[in-house]
């Protein structure tokens, strides 16, 4: 993944509903109490529905098949 990508995000708040947006940032520290890779996602949020700190699952749109990849 890299910044500039587009992404569809979904919270458990709000099973039904799918944010899209574009990653801002990329931490390049994994936290070892979630092991998540924290990213800022930039979404429109017109309704104020999404807030600060919450976790979310996104979709990263490459054009490419679903993979999953370390670095060396």
């Known amino acids: 993944i890299k910044v500039g990508e ?3 995000v979904r919270v458990e708040s ?3 509903k799918e944010f899209h947006g574009r990653i801002d ?3 390049s520290q994994m ?3 979630s092991r998540t890779l924290p990213v800022r996602v930039i979404v429109d949020n017109p309704q104020t529905l999404l807030r600060p ?3 979310a699952r996104i979709t990263v749109q490459t054009g490419q098949r679903n993979v ?3 670095p060396s």
């Open 68 to 70: 999953v990849a370390v």
């Open 25 to 27: 940032f990329i931490s």
């Open 53 to 55: 700190k919450m976790f």
């Open 31 to 33: 936290s070892p109490e």
């Open 14 to 16: 709000y099973p039904d």
């Open 6 to 8: 587009s992404v569809h």
